[in-house]
């Protein structure tokens, strides 16, 4: 006699799913051809909708309850394969609100009582935790279009800080833009050495030509007049049509003496630059030689940001900057006078001729004037815009785009011969 027919069938499945009572979720049980044989009391408080489900087809309830053919194709599918089943989410409308469930699917099997082979599982209502998914999912979507927005003004403003770049000098830029400095409350009162030129006649020479042909030769002037102001250390305060204001002194400074053997190194090479610059203009149409005048003075200046609330900049006042800018146009073109403040800095270190007192316009005293000619000292030599570093038996040559090869080749056959003399006088060993 087979044990199940001692026992009462229906006692047997209340006994087996006691705990359906006790359950938090929506339970149930089918036999093997998926027929709804018991459900907990939540399994019917939580689907009114259903109405009576005893001996109901369950594809037939997930059907009624909204779930798609194909995930009912794929539920009978992989429960009749694997055993369990899980769907992750259905949405199910109660008390006219959405909740979400997930529903868990898994066989069963007792050798002793054939009726309790079926399939037991449980609707979980999941609705807080998809509505945190979700609040968490937007969070992240929102956090994603946040960045990208941000990345996207960071591009712009990188665009408007290269720009920016462009009308600032590299000093002032960077004391600016990492916050070294108040911009608005930014003054200060230094020795500095102050720089002027221009080139003589310009403006009519300018008059009478072509707006690309005069844009060429001042972007080119102007250009390679700066990455020389820039490679000596000088701040590039404007430019004024062809006329440029440099500084040395602020925001950084090596120290009065060293600011102005600085300046008056930049102003040779600026010189030398400039008569190398002549064929290139001639190439383009140039028949007029350009020769600039420059001005260089030292003295007590205030600097830092000037203007309005709506436009600053960053410049120096003083006494000697109108010095400087006197002195370049009182001076012949193609020579550099600078004044007896800043000669009596560098003149152990420079090539000078003394031109005599002047009074510049605005100032109650003559002042003392001096052409600077070249650097005394032997350890470098300018010729053209090259600039010949002598350290004993080595030379450095740093050759600039459109130096003048055959001086380079002169100085270079002039520095061979002294060696050359320096070893025939040496005594032997």
């Known amino acids: 006699m087979n044990i199940e027919e001692l026992f009462n069938r229906q006692n047997i499945v209340d006994m087996s799913f006691f705990n359906f009572n006790n359950a938090v979720t929506a339970a149930y049980f089918t036999d093997k051809d998926l027929r709804i044989l018991k459900v907990n009391d939540n399994f019917k408080a939580f689907f009114p909708v259903l109405g009576n489900v005893s001996n109901a087809y369950f594809p037939d309830v997930l059907k009624q309850l909204g779930v798609d053919e194909e995930q009912i194709k794929a539920f009978s599918k992989d429960l ?93 830029y960077e004391t600016i833009f990492t916050g070294k400095s108040d911009v608005k409350q930014s003054f200060a009162r230094k020795n500095l050495t102050i720089f002027f030129s221009d080139i003589e006649g310009f403006t009519d020479i300018s008059d009478g030509m072509e707006p690309e042909r005069l844009a060429f030769v001042i972007n080119t002037y102007l250009s390679e007049m700066s990455k020389i102001a820039l490679d000596c250390g000088g701040t590039i305060d404007k430019f004024i049509g062809d006329a440029i204001l440099i500084f040395f002194g602020d925001p950084e400074s090596d120290g009065d003496r060293e600011d102005a053997i600085k300046c008056a190194q930049m102003a040779l090479r600026m010189q030398a630059r400039a008569e190398s610059l002549q064929e290139t203009w001639k190439d383009h149409g140039i028949s007029k030689t350009l020769r600039v005048r420059m001005g260089i003075s030292t003295g007590f200046c205030t600097v830092g940001n000037f203007g309005s609330d709506q436009r600053l900049e960053y410049t120096v006042f003083g006494s000697p900057v109108n010095l400087a800018s006197r002195l370049e146009a009182s001076t012949p073109a193609g020579t550099i006078l600078i004044s007896e403040s800043t000669y009596l800095l560098i003149q152990d270190m420079v090539e000078c001729q003394a031109m005599g007192n002047v009074m510049p316009k605005g100032f109650v005293r003559p002042i003392g004037t001096y052409r600077l000619d070249a650097l005394k000292d032997e350890g470098q030599r300018i010729v053209s815009d090259i600039m010949l570093t002598r350290v004993r038996e080595h030379v450095e040559v740093n050759l600039m785009e459109g130096s003048d090869i055959k001086e380079v080749i002169l100085e270079l056959k002039e520095i061979q011969e002294e060696f050359e003399e320096e070893l025939r006088s040496s005594p032997t060993e």
């Open 80 to 172: 009749a394969e694997t055993g369990h089943v899980l769907i992750p989410r259905i949405i199910i409308e109660m008390d006219g609100k959405e909740r979400s469930f997930s529903l868990l699917f898994a066989k069963t099997r007792d050798d002793n009582f054939s009726y309790l082979n079926g399939v037991q599982g449980q609707f979980i209502d999941r609705t807080d935790e998809f509505e945190l998914r979700r609040e968490r999912e937007e969070l992240l979507e929102e956090k994603i279009r946040n960045r990208e927005l941000i990345e996207e003004k960071t591009r712009k403003l990188e665009v408007l800080a290269n720009r920016l770049a462009k009308y600032l000098s590299p000093q002032i």
